[in-house]
């Protein structure tokens, strides 16, 4: 059994990534049209092409932690090299150039930003979302540190909306002199200090123990094989991972629109002088995932990872859609839907990753090689391209409404931005449900495959 110092070291890391993700999630889009300067369409637009090309470099990343040879491992060094250029780069994308820049400097200085952070976050992620599978290889292990994991992911990301908004109107007045983007900049490198200690302590504290039962890596040409023509669980659930993120991606990336048009909260007027309600709204989300990341666990062991997966996304499906009916003075229930949509959507993604964990070892079993980063790439690939459609959706949407930034909004537009808390995204989780019914590797199936995996292990040695 892992100890509890390691389970909480483990939380460190994606505590530290799930800050920069959220702030990304929640507030870059709104950033980028009412601070930068951006039209949402072209804000779309870059979404799309950037986040492709960073979900291409996810597997090549896995492939390259798999061959890693170091003292520390395969993937703890990866962590500890990337720590500081990953807030460094967080702090450069969240950085407005001067106002004499052409607009389509201003793009490009966006496009060129944002990529890089995000090839940096997939060089961290990738072998840390790996480290699950090479940490335990005993199935209750895995739930409990896919657990914590998502616990402290959703407290980091608490953490990082709890900070935001009182740190950018801080940062924003320093000195006497208003600037928005001199707030966002400052709140962004002082979230990034503690997102660089977390992981140097996620670094630190976790072990690699899971060792390949061959002794030698298997080439990409036959890894890249395995992976996307024989192994049907990672497509599953490569398509059910991604449809859960345009679930989550529309619904935050809409969120600071929907009160600021919908229910017209005054951007500048903070509740007890400290939090809005898209804020209080936003972090009544996270504690509400860390509720459902809590209840993940216990009741996947007794019931099973599927089914409380499709019973999660069918819940969430229909809550979403009664959320399209609430009026903007209807604040206790805006507020209690999302407790409980958010319950459903925090008990899935530790069920994800617990998955990803149970194919690395199906591959292995059925294949002979273990190709343990490429496939949990694919977890940080299905993020990133749910992300990506859910975030281009999101900016197309604004546009297609006839949204615009910092004025009276039409009919037409607040109805667009009521679809994108509701009838939207709840597609995505109707897909999910879809492709998740179709997951073969149930308990008793991984039982087998262990077993079996472990009876090589003991006869090479």
């Known amino acids: 059994m892992i100890g509890i110092k390691e389970k909480i070291s483990y939380g460190f890391g994606d505590m530290a990534s799930s800050m920069f993700w959220k702030i990304f999630g929640m507030y870059l889009l709104y950033f980028y049209t009412d601070v930068f300067g951006l039209a949402p369409a072209a804000v779309g637009t870059m979404f799309l092409v950037t986040r492709i090309w960073d979900s291409v470099n996810d597997p090549i990343f896995g492939m390259i932690a798999d061959r890693t040879r170091s003292r520390w491992g395969k993937f703890r060094p990866w962590i500890l090299f990337g720590a500081v250029p990953f807030s460094v780069l967080g702090v450069l994308t969240f950085l407005v150039p001067p106002m004499t820049w052409t607009p389509a400097m201003r793009l490009l200085y966006a496009y060129v930003t944002y990529t890089s952070m995000m090839m940096v976050y997939s060089a961290v992620n990738v072998p840390y979302a790996s480290l699950l599978g090479v940490i335990s290889s005993d199935g209750r292990d895995r ?48 979230i990034g200090i503690l997102c660089t200690v977390l992981l140097l302590l996620c670094f630190r504290g976790v072990r690699e123990r899971v060792q390949p039962v061959a002794d030698r890596q298997g080439s990409v040409r036959n890894d890249l094989k395995d992976l996307f023509l024989h192994n049907r669980p990672w ?41 809005t309600l898209s804020a209080l709204y936003l972090m009544v989300g996270q504690a509400s995932n860390m509720i459902g990341v809590a209840l993940a666990a216990p009741l996947a062991d007794r019931f099973g990872k599927k089914c409380i997966y499709l019973g999660a996304m069918l819940a969430a499906t229909l809550l979403s859609a009664v959320f399209y009916s609430l009026r903007p003075d209807q604040l206790v229930a805006i507020f209690l839907l999302q407790t409980l949509i958010s319950i459903c959507a925090g008990s899935i993604f530790p069920l994800l990753w617990s998955m990803y964990a149970d194919i690395a070892d199906y591959s292995e079993w059925k294949t002979g090689r273990r190709a343990t980063g490429l496939i949990f790439s694919s977890s940080s690939m299905s993020q990133k391209l749910g992300w990506t459609l859910g975030g281009a959706l999101t900016g197309w949407l604004l546009a297609r409404y006839g949204f615009q930034a910092n004025a009276v909004q039409s009919a037409e537009a607040i109805h667009g931005i009521r679809m994108m808390l509701s009838w939207l995204p709840a597609v995505g989780t109707v897909l999910s449900v879809v492709f998740i019914w179709f997951y073969p590797l149930d308990e008793k199936t991984m039982k087998t495959v262990s077993g079996e995996l472990e009876a090589r292990r003991k006869a090479k040695n």
Do not use: C
């Not at 914590?148 to 740190?167: D, K, N, T």
């Not at 490569?238 to 345009?246: F, Q």
């Not at 679930?247 to 939090?275: C, E, H, L, M, P």
């Open 143 to 190: 739930n409990a540190l896919s657990s914590y994991r998502m616990f402290f992911a959703y407290a980091g990301s608490f953490i990082a909306l709890a900070l935001v908004e009182p740190l950018v109107r801080s940062f924003s007045e320093l000195g006497g002199v208003h600037s928005e983007a001199r707030g966002w900049a400052l709140t962004v490198a002082a």
């Open 235 to 275: 497509w599953i659930l490569l398509g059910a991972g991604i449809a859960a993120l345009i679930f989550n991606s529309i619904r935050d990336g809409a969120t600071i629109y929907y009160f600021k048009y919908y229910v017209q909260q005054d951007q500048t007027a903070a509740i007890g002088g400290f939090f």
